[in-house]
């Protein structure tokens, strides 16, 4: 199971951390993916961390969000920084078994219910 947490109203330019927490799984051994999808928008990926810790960023959020891990604590960070509007969605973390931390969503297995990020202009 997973549960994302720290989503909210923010100002463009604001920050915001989401949190994933996992619940009865071996979640080191994984790569989780954070995902997003706006109001009429497809979902599209964001993030993800290898169990190694090496990640993978979407271009259109290089530079401004990181993501990190704390296996000891089953959870996974998007540190969100610079927010835009158009950064406005739900956000979804999911878990990729095959460890490749691909961006493909069809790969991941298992997923959170999301939370809802919004940006102000």
């Known amino acids: 199971q997973l549960v994302e947490s720290g989503g909210g109203l923010v100002q463009a330019g604001g920050s915001l951390r989401l949190s994933c927490q996992a619940s009865?799984?071996?979640?080191?051994?994984?790569?989780v993916g954070w995902f997003r999808q706006a109001p009429g928008k497809e979902r599209e990926f964001v993030a993800s961390?290898?169990?190694?810790?090496?990640?993978y960023n979407a271009d259109s959020v290089k530079g401004r969000f990181t993501v990190s891990r704390d296996d000891a604590k089953k959870t996974v960070y998007l540190q969100m920084t610079s927010l835009k509007p158009e950064d406005t969605a739900v956000y979804y973390c999911?878990?990729?078994?095959?460890?490749?931390?691909?961006?493909?969503?069809?790969?991941?297995?298992?997923w959170g219910q999301g939370t809802q990020v919004t940006v102000s202009s």
């Open positions: 999911a878990v990729d078994e095959t460890n490749w931390g691909t961006p493909r969503s069809d790969v991941y297995n298992y």
């Open positions: 009865g799984r071996t979640f080191s051994i994984y790569a």
């Open positions: 961390i290898r169990s190694i810790g090496s990640t």
